[in-house]
């Protein structure tokens, strides 16, 4: 698990790097956003270490003994944090990227909390 969460903070770092040390835009998304090859190793390195994480939760998910509404709760709120991450690429709400970014690092650590409790 430390592995995989070492490609989710270097990923979100790697993406975290301002533009003006990123290069040029590679493939422009929406205004003001565009991908560039830096965040596309930031993005790969985020999505291994996110996917790893996942596979991680769904393995351990039974000895979690979560309720239905605490499940409910995490996807819910996990689904509202990548909505907020994608609208703000596609769209006018430019800074609540990192609303949903926060959003989505608490649901982490409340599952990595629960995971090393349930060990």
């Not at 999505?47 to 509404?69: C, D, K, N």
């Not at 995490?74 to 509202?80: D, H, K």
Request: charged fraction near 5%; aromatic fraction near 8%; include cysteine.
């Amino acid at each position: 698990m430390t592995i995989c969460l070492a490609l989710i903070v270097v990923g979100a770092a790697v993406l975290a790097i301002p533009s003006t040390y990123e290069g040029p835009v590679l493939l422009p998304i929406g205004e003001g956003h565009g991908l560039s090859a830096v965040d596309t190793v930031g993005a790969v390195l985020l999505a291994i270490g996110g996917t790893w994480f996942e596979v991680l939760v769904v393995r351990r998910l039974p000895h979690l003994a979560l309720s239905p509404r605490a499940l409910f709760g995490l996807g819910l709120a996990a689904g509202i944090g990548v909505g907020l991450v994608v609208a703000s690429a596609f769209s006018g709400f430019f800074w609540w990227w990192a609303v949903g970014a926060a959003l989505l690092g608490a649901i982490v650590v409340v599952l990595v909390v629960l995971i090393a409790v349930a060990r």
